[in-house]
């Protein structure tokens, strides 16, 4: 098949990528490079299979004028310090950018997949968070530009559906890490990691007893690209189910790493979700999928790449 994958320099784009190639379909990356990094896709010169076009899915002068069988729209910046930089891009990204990625499918007859988030449910009421949940979003607050972009991309992708004929698919990813995360890029499995690894103290947000799921990459990658094999139109939440405080987290981190200086807590940010985890019985029900890759595992495989970061 041929297929476009708009935001595939960024860290789940490029494991997405390997994973599509390795099945020999033909794979173009459209993207801006805001917060990927052409290093991800450095392997990948020589393979005949793929290219990569440099471009803003805001722009549709910038975007291929090829016909794909599917356009996986992974494109946007997806760190909280994004937030305050460019909130205005990440905002046109949700919904211009993926405007004109709808309006490409519905042209070459594609099928496409939307990469929503653990976030349309904003800071949680319900938890584990099944799809049927509507949320708990400030449309006002520190967090909003991400949150309503991808709540108002899901909007668009149903509205593309049932009135224009567009073939598509939801996933809703719940936190995920592994290798190619940007050292800098402000999340927490970053951050701890750069810290823990030159002996620093954790910086842990608010008393750390706020919670999240940690699904390693190539589950996520595993994930996603099943869905949009299946027939299944409705959003599925695309996760790991082992909660963990964020505490948990940084002393698991401080254990792989051999680190014990004490942790430095720091504001809570403003809208931060106190607890997360995702229902993924849909996923596993309608499409088979479950995640394989453990915890401690996952971390460790995580902990050899920010090595070579350093
Ligand atoms: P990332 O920042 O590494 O990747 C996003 C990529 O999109 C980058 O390469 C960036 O340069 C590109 N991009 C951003 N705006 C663009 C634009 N206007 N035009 C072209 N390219 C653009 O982030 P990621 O963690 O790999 O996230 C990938 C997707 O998954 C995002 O849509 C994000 O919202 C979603 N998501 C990620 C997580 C997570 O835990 N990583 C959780 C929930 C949702
Ligand atoms: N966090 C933290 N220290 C850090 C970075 C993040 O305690 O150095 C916390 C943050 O407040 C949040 C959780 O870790 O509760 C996950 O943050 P991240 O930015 O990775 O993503 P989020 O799930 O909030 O979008």
Not at 267 to 290: F, M, T
């Amino acid at each position: 098949m041929k297929i476009l994958v708009a935001g595939g320099a960024g860290f789940i784009g490029s494991h997405l990528v390997d994973r599509l190639l390795a099945q020999d379909h033909h794979v173009d990356v459209i993207d801006n490079f805001v917060t990927g990094q052409k290093i991800n896709l450095k392997h990948l010169a020589d393979n005949e299979n793929f290219e990569l076009f440099s471009g803003d899915i805001c722009n549709l002068e910038s975007l291929p004028r090829e016909k794909y069988d599917r356009i996986y729209n992974l494109a946007s910046p997806a760190s909280p310090i994004d937030f305050k930089k460019i909130s205005i891009e990440i905002l046109l990204t949700g919904s211009q950018g993926h405007l004109n990625l709808l309006q490409l499918a519905e042209n070459c007859g594609a099928r496409i997949l939307f990469a929503s988030t653990s976030e349309v449910y904003g800071d949680p009421l319900v938890n584990p968070q099944p799809e049927t949940y509507y949320g708990n979003v400030n449309c006002r607050g520190e967090r909003a530009c991400y949150d309503e972009a991808k709540r108002f991309g899901e909007a668009l992708t149903v509205n593309f559906q049932k009135y224009r004929g567009v073939n598509s698919r939801t996933v809703r990813i719940f936190n995920t890490y592994g290798p190619r995360m940007r050292p800098n890029d402000g999340r927490v499995i970053p951050n701890f990691f750069m810290q823990a690894l030159v002996g620093q103290g954790l910086t842990i947000y608010g008393n750390g007893q706020q919670t999240r799921s940690l699904c390693y990459v190539s589950d996520m990658a595993r994930g996603i690209e099943t869905l949009m094999e299946s027939d299944v139109d409705q959003p599925v939440n695309i996760g790991n189910t082992h909660e963990m405080t964020i505490l948990e987290i940084a002393d698991l981190i401080n254990d792989l790493t051999g680190n014990n200086t004490p942790h430095i807590f720091q504001d809570l940010p403003e809208n931060d979700p106190k607890v997360r985890q995702p229902d993924i019985s849909r996923a596993k029900n309608l499409l088979g999928w479950r995640p394989q890759v453990d915890v401690r595992e996952g971390l460790k495989e995580t902990m050899e790449f920010f090595k070579t970061c350093l």
